[in-house]
């Protein structure tokens, strides 16, 4: 027996990167070479033999000398033959050179044992990432639940999440400051749970906007067309105000412009993802009708199809090409879906479209509905700007003059034009007061508009969407008119101006930029919430949009 069979049936490791890089292409193979389906351990078993066969011809362990090797083999009546004569098990061939079919066997399950240990250690490696996530979800969760809580026993109005995240930050500054690691242990913690929301983001702003067609009854065609012409002009005039602002404070300080540390970006979706929630809103749809109590009332039966009908939305708006999204972008093809799967569920249950809907977005903690859950994860996101702001405060030491100015300045010109041109517009004041934070997330936008006495949140959300949409199309078409050249202003002005959505839209063209649009995406929603917080801001505010 060739003493190079000892070798590989006793230390299998010499087969076992070749053979994992062959085996999932066994399927390839077989039909490329017209081979039957080969069981799992003569596939390993013949690899063996053609990496034996591929040592022979100079030792070569590479996949191409591999696959040319196994191109000489095939399988017949369980037997394994070169494609030029035929090889008998246990007897001498041609060249006098043969192993025997038990030391093949032994060198493929071993083999064999090895790949199947590594797939068990995979799937634990999943089960340890699932458990990662669940537990520090979980702690975003019931830290933004504990400081609600707090908030309301103790009538504190200002954001219960923007001081956990404010808390975070200054903990996390600290910790870096007298232990590094402890402070990256900590990051490390959260990272699932941050990718996740980032992943998800715009998920958690929809239900205000699918519910859009409950909160515009009784506002008047002539209010919507004042609305459209601030939330268009007052979008350009922040933009090209906090644009020219960076660029005007840069020239001042002349701060070197340096790589930034890139942002960490969440895996796409696949289509299994797709197909999966999508078998999954067919189920609870024939369940939510089939059986309208099964949960409880007959919202809380609803709550899953509703929700998975959202999330369908979402996941077929994020595969349409980059084009089609400019016209058909995932939030608004998330917020018709949903609509369309209340007004389906409407119809097949006979309650109507408008029950239906009105069950989405209870705001009740007793029957929540599926705009309550996903609207639930507003707080985990404000706290995790802590990170995001964490991540990027080399940028923000490095530029602060810029990056501060830039968003003090846009923030209070955004919130006081907005309420002036409202009032000259004859807006009417509660309608001005609930698009006054147009161009802050609507994460923070919401309870802005709660500290302006704005009753119409589902409004106020849409106005956020519209602005970000706005910005996402025309934003770059704007700066490269105008002249707006420098990253760090590019960068800026998007953020401010149009959140989230702007900052996405960017990222994809200007990756340079996106460091700085990060931190002026969640800097301005700070700003912006700080200033309103403040009882002489908030009061002029009123006064301005003639609400006072």
């Given at each position: ?7 590989l ?33 003569k ?40 494609a ?49 996530l669940?537990?520090?979800?979980g ?12 908030f ?13 995240m ?106 299994t ?9 067919l ?106 702001m ?21 923030s ?7 309420a002036?041109i ?26 802005i ?38 990253p ?8 401010a ?38 009882p ?9 949009a003639?609400?006072?």
């Open positions: 027996m060739d003493i190079s069979c000892l070798r049936a006793a230390n299998p490791q010499l087969a076992l990167a070749s053979s994992k890089s062959s085996i999932h292409n066994a399927s390839t193979l077989d039909s490329v070479l017209g081979l039957p389906r080969l069981s799992a351990m596939w390993r078993s013949t690899v063996a033999l053609a990496k034996l066969d591929s040592s022979k011809n100079g030792g070569r362990s590479r996949n191409g000398a591999l696959d040319s090797s196994l191109m000489r083999f095939k399988h017949v009546g369980g037997q394994v033959f070169r030029s004569e035929r090889f008998s098990f246990g007897s001498k061939v041609s060249d006098g050179r043969a192993c025997g079919w038990s030391t093949w066997v032994r060198a493929g399950e071993e083999v064999g044992k090895t790949v199947d240990s590594t797939a068990g250690q995979g799937v634990l490696h999943m089960v340890k990432e699932g458990l990662h669940a537990f520090s979800l702690a975003f969760l019931a830290l933004d639940k504990y400081l609600k809580s707090m309301l026993a103790n009538a504190i109005r200002f954001p219960s999440a923007l001081f956990g404010l808390s975070l930050f200054l903990l996390l500054t600290t910790l870096s400051a007298v232990s590094t690691g402890a402070a990256n242990k900590v990051e490390a913690f959260f990272s699932p749970a941050i990718l996740f929301i980032q992943r998800w983001l715009p998920l958690f702003y929809v239900p205000s906007l699918v519910v859009v067609p409950l909160a515009v009854k009784g506002i008047p065609a002539s209010e919507g067309v004042k609305i459209g012409a601030i939330l268009f002009g007052g979008w350009m005039a922040s933009l090209l105000v906090a644009g020219y602002t960076a660029v005007q404070v840069r020239k001042m300080v002349n701060t070197e412009l340096l790589p930034a540390d890139p942002v960490p970006k969440a895996a796409p979706f696949t289509s993802e797709r197909i999966s929630w999508i078998a999954a809103m189920v609870f749809f024939g369940v939510a009708v089939r059986y309208p109590t099964v949960l409880g009332p007959e919202s809380t039966t609803a709550a899953p199809f509703l929700l998975a009908a959202t999330v369908v939305g979402y996941l077929v708006g994020t595969s349409f090409p980059e084009a089609a999204k400019k016209v058909f972008h995932p939030i608004i093809v998330c917020a018709v879906t949903a609509d369309i799967g209340a007004y389906a569920l409407g119809m097949a249950t006979g309650k109507g479209f408008e029950p239906t809907l009105g069950a989405y977005l209870t705001k009740s903690a007793g029957s929540p509905g599926a705009g309550d859950v996903l609207m639930g994860f507003l707080g985990p996101v404000i706290l995790s700007f802590a990170f995001s964490y991540r990027q405060r080399k940028v923000v030491q490095r530029h602060a003059a810029e990056i501060i100015t830039g968003v003090v300045v846009s209070l010109f955004s919130l006081y034009s907005t002036a409202g009032r000259v517009l004859g807006l009417l004041p509660a309608l001005t007061a609930a698009i006054i934070p147009r161009c802050v997330t609507v994460a923070l936008a919401l309870p508009a709660t500290l302006l006495e704005g009753n119409n949140a589902s409004l106020t959300a849409a106005a956020v969407v519209v602005t970000g949409l706005i910005g996402a199309n025309f934003a770059q078409v704007v700066m490269d008119k105008f002249g707006l050249k420098d760090i202003a590019r960068g800026m002005a998007t953020a101006s149009a959140h989230g959505l702007g900052t996405a839209a960017l990222a994809g063209k200007e990756p340079e930029a996106l460091p700085y649009c990060a931190i002026a995406y969640a800097l301005t929603g700070i700003i912006s919430t700080l200033l309103c917080a403040l002489p801001v908030r009061a002029s505010l009123l006064l301005i003639g609400a006072a």
